[in-house]
């Protein structure tokens, strides 16, 4: 999970990858937007989101990790 100290990090940049992925999903979730726009989001993506209004839009090159969250998918240039 995301520590909370994470969010008042001094420098991020000596973060490793996922903690810096972490940190930059729930500095964007504290806004509580409307939409969220996520790259290659983490397998925990549901627990993250759990009971939140928004629209997602998932990028990933596995989608058959997030089933639950596709409603629309865009393979090879073609909708399905």
Do not use: W, Y
């Amino acid at each position: 999970g995301l520590s909370p100290s994470l969010l008042d990090h001094p420098d991020p940049h000596q973060l490793c990858v996922s903690e810096q992925k972490a940190l930059n999903l729930a500095r964007a979730l504290l806004r509580k937007p409307d939409l969220l726009l996520i790259d290659e989001p983490p397998p925990s993506l549901d627990r993250v989101i759990a009971g939140l209004d928004m629209a997602l839009m998932i990028v990933t090159h596995r989608p058959e990790a997030f089933p639950e969250f596709a409603t629309l998918t865009v393979s090879h240039g073609r909708l399905r």
